[in-house]
């Protein structure tokens, strides 16, 4: 309890301090003091609050949170990437702005010198009761004594720097400037963030709720016979079935892998976000999926926050055999392969179900055969590398979802997409074929894959 509160306080926390950075930059910066600051101040709070709120409230039946809050979170995520980015390049203009402003500015002028008699100019003596201008005419009124005869912007000027257009001495020049420009470059950063984060997010949605991309993939494996060369295994991964995804999204992707028409179709996990009484419906069409020799599942992370015994119970009423730290001797084509699956790791401690036993599903086993493991997540193979496994398919990293995100999933797992090798092992990871949270999806589309085995 106190480790999820103390969990819980760092989220917070580290929500608020990302909307007090975007208020900084998109708001306080943006706008001089006044109504507009305090209503900017206000949304950003608002914003704020409604993270944790989509959070919690869609977990218990909320589900109009959902769009709103999941879509802000993307472009809150994107946003803060954008402006980080761009810190540097503004900081370096108003550096380059300030020093030109400076040499633009003419220095102060030096004293002149004094005057050579009432009304004369030291630069062009004139006589007695002539103007420095021009000759005075008999008639014309000689200039009073009290008159100032000086020109403007010289040392006995009394006319005020804004009267020539002239910073008086010693006022620095981009005291008056700095201001503006300022302003001028942090709108000008929160518009170019703005758009493109609004752009990029967009495009991200249309992506997410589009149908999944068809990848296939051949992967050779030493172990396989010949006599198996091409066995196609239909494989997907974290469908998510949740606020924003129903018995629609399902149907999409049962019709698509019985188009492929598989050997074996392997669900790695991460079905469901919510309980068989909300989601049980738009489970329904997985009864409908066709292979030749079966179709199996492992439970993913989310199936633990889901009442996961449940959910063991609905997918095996479905037709898909779930394989919970066992295997499946597969014939086929005068060959035998093995597939195996363990638990996801997320059971360890829970007490919901067994934690993933690799003894219990990989040991005793005739090792001149080759073996497929179903494992949710990617990094389940330095454990399965031990027990000699020759390929594992996974999901769960969504391929990082949102670049530049995947740069983080890289830190935990072994394998964001594609194939890869942890410790001898391969290692092939689906992008899956929802989203979780945000309903965006950049870089990293939703996919399907069907792997073909080949023999050596």
């Known amino acids: 309890m106190l480790a ?19 208020w900084r930059r998109l708001v306080r910066d943006t706008t001089r003091p006044g109504r507009a600051r305090r209503v900017g101040a206000a949304v950003a709070i608002l914003l704020a609050l409604l993270v944790p709120a989509t959070m919690a409230g869609t977990q218990n039946g909320f589900y109009w949170l959902a769009w709103p809050g999941y879509v802000w979170l993307a472009l809150m995520f994107y946003l803060l990437v954008l402006l980080l980015v761009l810190e540097v390049p503004t900081a370096v203009a108003r550096l380059v702005l300030r020093r030109r402003a400076r040499s633009a500015t003419p220095a102060a002028p030096a004293a002149e010198p004094a005057l050579v008699g009432a009304g004369t100019s030291a630069a062009a003596p004139a006589e007695a009761g002539t103007s420095a201008a021009a000759p005075a005419d ?22 005020s720097p804004g009267a020539t257009g002239r910073p008086a001495a010693g006022v620095a020049p981009e005291a008056d400037h700095d201001p503006s420009r300022r302003l001028l470059l942090a ?26 991309r068809l990848d296939r993939v051949r992967i050779p494996l030493a172990k396989l016979p010949r006599s198996m060369d091409g066995l196609r295994i239909a494989t997907v991964s974290d469908i998510h079935l949740g606020p924003l995804r129903g018995r629609a999204h399902t149907e999409r992707i049962v019709a698509m892998i019985n188009r492929l028409d598989a050997d074996l179709v392997a669900v790695v996990g991460d079905l469901v976000d919510g309980s068989v009484a909300e989601l049980g419906r738009a489970a329904e069409p997985l009864r409908d999926l066709r292979s030749r020799y079966g179709s199996f599942f492992v439970t993913g992370n989310h199936e633990y926050y889901s009442g996961v015994e449940e959910w063991v119970r609905e997918v095996d009423r479905l037709g898909l055999r779930v394989l919970q730290n066992e295997r499946q001797e597969i014939r086929a084509r005068g060959g035998v392969l093995d597939l195996a699956g363990v638990n996801d790791v997320t059971a360890d401690g829970t007490g919901l179900a067994a ?26 193979a330095h454990e399965a590398a031990k027990f000699g496994v020759d390929l594992q398919l996974s999901g769960h990293t969504h391929g990082g979802q949102m ?54």
Do not use: C
């Open 4 to 22: 999820m509160a103390t969990f819980v306080g760092f989220v917070m926390l580290v929500i608020g301090l990302i909307h007090f950075y975007l």
């Open 138 to 159: 008999a008639g014309d009124t000689p200039p009073s004594a009290d008159a100032d005869d000086t020109p403007p912007g010289h040392a006995g000027d009394t006319q």
């Open 187 to 212: 709108r000008g950063a929160a518009i170019f963030a703005g758009l493109t984060a609004a752009g990029v997010t967009g495009y991200g949605v249309r992506t997410a709720m589009g149908p999944p």
């Open 355 to 380: 934690p993933a036993d690799y003894a219990a599903a990989l040991g005793d086993r005739d090792p001149s055969r080759p073996v497929v493991l179903l494992a949710h997540q990617p990094v389940a």
């Open 403 to 456: 670049v530049p995100f995947n740069l983080a999933v890289k830190l935990q797992q072994p394998v964001v997409s594609g194939l890869g090798e942890v410790d001898g092992t391969k290692v092939y990871v689906t992008n899956g074929a929802g989203f979780w949270g945000p309903p965006v999806r950049v870089g990293a589309p939703p996919q399907v894959t069907l792997v073909e085995l080949r023999a050596p």
